[in-house]
């Protein structure tokens, strides 16, 4: 296969793809993927019946510089991006083989596939119910928020991605049914929101991925926030996997220069921009192309911050997290959450028990220095708020989970310590029981009576 190659004038080194267009393959493609040809029938058919049920969607940049094909099934940037066998239970993948064996309509297959996707979770932690905002008594369905400081923002034009990550937990985002997704093109209704909660002093663009915009677009939303009026949203955070799946955006897209421009305006003005990248293993910080778009963000005035789950089949060792963080700090990029896999999707592939969650977690912080040791984790982003997972313990004779909320639904809920009894299994927070003859954790009466008023007022 031949890969083009282009030089950068700053830097007078070539990478593969600099001058590249995105070209991505879904699962109507499947069978134009030439790498697919080395794994065996069985396992193509298996990825086939999968990505009826889950998103799929890859593309060159990460078919020729991160998967490793000598290594697959089993490496890690594979496992990331194609579908596997056990992502679904038994029985629904059962189900979803039979009807492609027998070569049935395809109205059948999307009748099965949005049968097996709502028994899927496909909105965890009370997204639909408790995150979305009103104002003036209008639901606002493009945005989220859920904590008193920060304002989750869809907007419409970036609800894909370059490449979908198989764990993520906004699949729902993806499979063309709009009552699930969360999407706005009104950027008067996000300016108006936040002109009337003076609290939010933070604003999360994410999706999808919002790096698909182009920059034009982007400069709608974001370029009025500088106006006075606004003052009080100090930090513009942006969420993306964008570094790992198309660094070219950063770099060589035609639109490039121009969306560096508008961060470096926020810079100028005093604003903090973050670029919340998501990283899943060292290996996605390996291409030069990556390395040269993280340059180009941190001139430009952008804080990179690092965060992801924890998985099975991809990062679940202690070795590969303390490889990614140190070279995170090398490049400039700030380690900042280590989560826990969200139960939603595919998680029943790729969970990891709590308690093994915490040994690597710090078993990796024991390798690392003290720069490094940013990450908070392992986090659960559950529906009262996001519990870290502190450490194991023994109180009183009983062994315990120690936890505590780094962010919550109620403010005073943050950074109080709770604990639960030890389960070596458990996976999330609602696996956990109270530690000590407790019949409730303290949150639990309030968070359930934000439910119901939540859901009273859904109605």
Known sequence: MTVEYAQFASGGFTVPHANAKLKVYTERQLAQIPQLAGLGEAHRFAIRAVAKVLPFRVNQFVLDELIDWDNVPDDPMFQLTFPQPGMLGEQDFERMADLLRRDVPEVEIKALASEIRRGLNPHPAGQQLMNVPRLDGRVLEGMQHKYRETLLFFPAQGQTCHAYCSFCFRWAQFIGDKELRFSSTDREELHAYLLAHREISDVLFTGGDPMVMKSAHLADYLLPLLEPEYEHVRDLRIGTKALTFWPQRF?????????????????????????????????????????????????????????????????????????????????????????????????????????????????????????????????????????????????????????????????????????????????????????????????????????????????
């Open 251 to 459: 770099v060589t897209d035609p639109d490039a220069d121009e969306l560096l421009r508008i961060f470096e305006r926020f810079a100028e003005a005093g604003r903090h921009v973050a670029l919340m990248a998501h990283f899943n293993h060292w290996r996605e910080l390996e291409p030069r192309m990556t390395r040269e778009a993280i340059r180009r963000l941190r001139d430009a005035g952008v804080t990179i911050r690092s965060q992801g789950p924890l998985l099975a089949h991809i990062n679940d060792s202690a070795a590969v997290w303390a490889q990614m963080w140190r070279e995170q700090v090398r490049l400039g990029v700030v380690p900042y959450y280590q989560f826990v896999e969200r139960d939603t999707g595919a998680k029943r592939y790729f969970e990891v028990p709590l308690a093994r969650a915490w040994n690597i977690y710090r078993d990796a912080m024991r390798q690392v220095s003290g720069i490094a040791r940013t990450a908070r984790g392992p986090s659960m982003s559950a529906g009262p708020g996001k519990v870290e997972v502190q450490g194991v313990s023994e109180v009183n004779g009983e062994k315990v989970f120690v936890l505590r909320f780094i962010q919550g639904r109620d403010p005073d809920w943050v950074q109080r310590p709770f604990f639960a009894k030890y389960d070596e299994k458990a996976t999330w927070l609602d696996g956990l029981r109270p530690a000590f003859g407790e019949e409730r954790f303290f949150f639990q009466d309030q968070y359930d009576a934000m439910q119901a008023k939540a859901l009273k007022g859904a109605h």
